[in-house]
């Protein structure tokens, strides 16, 4: 079975200042995960994923994430945060794409982007 | 945008009462997901489906049922809702894009069980 930990329920970050989330995950096999982001009372919209291809993967609005084995984490940044980063995020994995990708999520970490 | 719709949108119902969430999409995806979104748990799988008429559980499924007569509609039913599936219910679907499969969800619908 894989599972998925966030740290921190809560980050605060200044504007123009680096952001860092972090994800570990628990896999018997090579996962393929994933970084969703939630605005306030909309859906989730997919950040980025990892999938074997590269172990930095660049997503949009300038997240990237990078897959680090030796350490079972997935930790999403970004250099320079801005206001509209405000929002919660998600780590998941899943175990396979070939079928049905069942994902298992974290609970989520809620940035908040301060003047 | 894929084309995924839910309703209601926001519904608010009593203990006991039968309630049906409807999810629609328009793009023929194969495969289709019924999560709940509750503080402090993330997402949560309730059911999914891999085809018409074809469905399974998930993590949470417990008083929870599901039905996919068409491609297009995936829908879940409380038979007799409580306070504990007070929560905002999210449909999802997955593409295959770029040697994988990615989940795509839609809006949410807030239920508020009294």
């Known amino acids: 079975a894989q599972s998925v930990t966030q740290l921190g329920s809560h980050v605060s970050v200044s504007e123009g200042a680096l952001v860092l989330l972090r994800c570990n995950y628990s896999?018997?096999?090579?996962?393929?995960l994933f970084w969703y982001v939630q605005y306030p009372n909309q859906g989730l919209q997919l950040l980025l994923k990892y999938t074997s291809a590269a172990t930095l993967v660049k997503g949009i609005n300038g997240f990237e994430a990078e897959f680090k084995k030796s350490e079972t984490s997935f930790h999403l940044t970004k250099p320079s945060a801005h206001m509209s980063d405000a929002a919660e995020y998600f780590c998941?994995?899943?175990?396979?794409?070939?079928?049905?990708?069942?994902?298992?999520f974290g609970t989520g970490t809620r940035l908040q982007v301060t003047l | 945008d894929a084309g995924i719709t839910q309703s209601p949108r926001h519904k608010v119902t009593e203990t006991g009462t039968p309630v049906t969430l409807r999810c629609h999409q328009t793009?023929?995806?194969?495969?289709m997901y019924w999560y709940r979104q509750d503080p402090g748990h993330g997402l949560r799988l309730i059911h999914y489906?891999?085809?018409?008429?074809?469905?399974d559980k998930g993590e949470v499924s417990d008083g929870y049922s599901v039905s996919r007569s068409k491609t297009e509609d995936f829908l879940l039913t409380l038979e007799s809702a409580t306070s504990s599936q007070t929560s905002v219910y999210f449909c999802?679907?997955?593409?295959?894009?770029?040697?994988?499969?990615?989940?795509?969800f839609g809006p949410g619908t807030r239920l508020t069980v009294t």
């Open positions: 793009e023929n995806h194969r495969y």
């Open positions: 489906s891999y085809g018409v008429k074809d469905t």
């Open positions: 998941a994995v899943t175990l396979n794409t070939g079928t049905a990708s069942k994902l298992t």
């Open positions: 896999s018997s096999v090579p996962p393929y």
């Open positions: 999802a679907i997955s593409e295959f894009w770029k040697s994988s499969y990615e989940q795509y």
